[in-house]
């Protein structure tokens, strides 16, 4: 089966610039997650959708991170305006449904480096 | 917070030599415990996972895990490493709905195992 799919796997911009990646997910998996993973540190939760519902974004910088999964499938995340300490790996999951029983299946991540 | 703690940020293995990853998780509460394993250019893939049931897991590639809930402990074990063990390793828990219901990450081991 195909796995998760991202792109770009690499970008580089400036600061204050606009940049927005983009993941497909395992096909038939409801729920999305993404992910930050700063260097050095694991992977924390940015926005998780079910279907194309936002369930938890607690942890999404709200002033400059955006996201939606408008048909329930692919997802967007988008950074506007991007600062320096938004330099990290940009994951994206998927799990066929919500709760704690479900795998994860991880993308191979967009490396976003703001200079 | 929920948090997880991994113990060694970095470990040099020769090949043969028995591995032990140390992984501690805040609080308790009936949590499902995972290991992440991300090898060198590819992305974060399941090694194993504990829900219920007999604490000594096991996974792929002659990995195992025990979990030792009165030490809210998850520790990876392998016996003998291979050269092709050269990864990075995170250990993850996800609470129960009441405690937010999302994947907490540890910071990764970066295990080298030397030829």
């Known amino acids: 089966e195909a796995g998760v799919a991202q792109s770009p796997r690499y970008k580089i911009i400036e600061k204050r610039q606009s940049v927005a990646f983009w993941c497909n997910p395992i096909s038939g998996h409801a729920t999305l997650y993404w992910y930050q993973q700063i260097l050095g540190q694991g992977p924390k939760l940015l926005i998780q959708?079910?279907?194309?519902?936002?369930?938890?974004d607690s942890q999404l910088p709200k002033d400059r991170f955006s996201a939606e999964r408008l048909k329930g499938v692919d997802s967007t995340l988008k950074i506007q305006p991007a600062k320096l300490e938004d330099s990290a790996v940009y994951l994206c999951a998927s799990s066929f449904q919500r709760g704690s029983y479900n795998e994860q299946f991880f993308g191979p991540g967009t490396r976003l480096t703001v200079l | 917070a929920q948090s997880v703690s991994q113990h060694n940020h970095h470990v040099i293995l020769s090949e043969a030599a028995s591995l032990e990853l140390g992984c501690n998780y805040s609080y308790g509460g009936t949590v499902n415990l995972f290991w992440y394993v991300q090898y060198p250019g590819q992305h974060l893939q399941l090694l194993l996972k504990?829900?219920?049931?007999?604490?000594l897991v096991k996974g792929i590639k002659g990995f195992e895990a025990e979990f030792i809930k009165s030490k809210f402990s998850f520790n990876l074990r392998k016996p003998s490493v291979q050269w092709s063990d050269t990864a990075e390793y995170f250990c993850a828990v996800n609470w129960p709905v009441e405690y937010g219901n999302k994947l907490v990450f540890g910071a990764g081991t970066i295990l080298r195992v030397k030829s």
């Open positions: 959708f079910q279907n194309n519902g936002v369930v938890d």
């Open positions: 504990y829900f219920s049931g007999d604490p």
